[in-house]
């Protein structure tokens, strides 16, 4: 775990794919699908994961997927392949842990994802986490707009001008700690998920885990 400074923290806001849930495998088993469908050859994992956002289009495009193909298409086929592997699903090590954290030390627990919203609800109700969140959003295209959405709601609902250093964001991808950045929120690295390990850590966020299981130390210094 690595730290570069202390802070006082108000609200956790987690990413959900890959961040909190364990989802690496079927998502890319869904991409693996479109480009079936499509008659295409499919990525390398490591290329999907170093390239899938955070333009999904743009990247099924560049590898051949014709133009008229509609993000909506592409989007159900998503859907069936995920509810055809819904059951290979976890969460990941310490996501319990980490939310029931947030709980204990009386801090604001919030969820923005690009997953798809009705997926995201089906999988909040299945591992029975629809009320752990006081804030969720789900598809997400931009999270640096999304991080500046939550930003305009808290001081709206009770947060009272909440600073954004004060909010600390947990993800696993490389092109959600830069949008944290350039907002000014807190950055937690979580290299266990969809981007690379050392990606995550030249992105520079402002603390790196390799588990969620630590998660709890950092907001112990955080509040």
């Known amino acids: 775990m690595k730290s570069k400074r ?3 923290c108000k609200v ?12 690496l495998e079927i998502s890319y088993k869904s991409t693996v699908e479109i480009f079936r469908r ?42 069936e392949s995920l509810k055809n592997n819904w059951g290979d699903v976890t969460l990941q090590p310490g996501s319990l842990e980490a939310i029931a954290a947030c709980k204990n030390r009386d801090l ?16 909040l109700t299945q591992f029975e986490l629809t009320k752990a969140f006081t804030y969720t959003q789900g598809d997400v295209e931009d999270k640096e707009r999304a991080l500046l959405d939550f930003l305009e709601w808290s001081g709206e ?5 909440i600073e954004p250093e004060r909010i600390i964001f947990v993800t696993d ?26 990606k995550i850590r030249a992105a520079r966020p402002n603390f790196i885990i390799n588990s969620l299981e630590l998660l709890p130390k950092i907001l112990s210094s955080a509040t």
């Open 38 to 79: 499509f008659n295409l050859p499919p990525p390398p994992l490591h290329e999907y994961r170093s390239h899938i956002l955070p333009d999904p289009l743009g990247f099924y495009r560049l590898r051949g997927l014709p133009q008229n193909i509609k993000e909506e298409e592409l989007d159900e086929i998503r859907r």
């Open 173 to 198: 991808m490389v092109h959600d700690i830069y949008a944290a950045q350039r907002v000014g929120v807190t950055t937690v690295g979580l290299t266990a998920g969809y981007s690379e390990p050392k």
């Open 157 to 161: 609902n009770g947060f009272k001008r």
């Open 108 to 123: 604001s627990a919030g969820l923005i994802s690009g997953e798809l919203g009705d997926i995201l609800e089906s999988r």
């Open 6 to 8: 202390r802070l006082k």
């Open 12 to 23: 956790v806001i987690f990413d959900w794919n890959g961040t909190l849930l364990n989802d």
